[in-house]
């Protein structure tokens, strides 16, 4: 298995692998509170079962567009792609941000985002970047249990940003020590 950067998404790759949304027994309960002049907010796990379906066709131009930039990174298998991360410099606030990070689900449980993981903080590094940030979704239990377990931290959410009002945006960051 190799990690290289992305050139291009050889056509849409997760229709090959047949992936088109996620399922979970488990969500994040997002709580919030607006008094006065505070605001805090709640995560709590609950067992409850939620499926999502992705709309990929729209968006590979504009992730083929993303990955021109050179930050993105796919893992391969003897020369088939595997798992891909997309990723974002964003000058504004110095960070790189992952617009996408999926392994196909023959390959998963073999390290591989982590790999993933490893490569962006790498190329983060070399941008001089101070951190890297991800939004995901409250339904989305794995996705975040598994950048929490690469040391991501939850840094805020957005709960108006999906029609879906199940859905709450979680974002979530790494700092990089310089």
């Given at each position: 298995m190799e990690i290289r950067k992305l050139e291009s998404f050889p056509g849409s790759p997760i229709l090959d692998w047949s992936l088109d949304g996620y399922t979970t027994d488990k969500i994040y309960v997002v709580s919030a509170i607006e008094a006065g002049n505070t605001f805090e907010f709640s995560l709590r796990e609950k067992n409850q079962y939620y499926s999502k379906i992705w709309n990929h066709e729209e968006n590979f131009e504009r992730l083929n567009s993303i990955i021109s930039r050179g930050h993105s990174f796919g893992a391969f298998h003897n020369g088939e792609l595997i798992?891909?991360?997309?990723?974002?410099f964003r000058a504004w606030n110095?960070?790189?941000?992952?617009?996408?990070?999926?392994?196909s689900e023959d390959f998963r449980?073999?390290?591989i985002g982590k790999l993933l993981i490893k490569a962006i903080n790498r190329e983060?590094?070399?941008?001089?970047?101070?951190?890297?940030?991800?939004?995901?979704q409250n339904t989305n239990y794995h996705a975040i249990k598994f950048f929490q377990k690469a040391g991501f931290s939850i840094t805020g959410i957005n709960t108006k940003?999906?029609?879906?009002?199940?859905e709450t945006a979680i974002f979530m960051s790494f700092d990089l020590l310089i």
């Open positions: 798992a891909w991360t997309v990723c974002d110095n960070s790189l941000f992952i617009e996408t990070l999926l392994v449980g073999q390290n983060a590094r070399y941008l001089q970047c101070r951190m890297v940030e991800v939004e995901t940003l999906y029609n879906d009002s199940t």
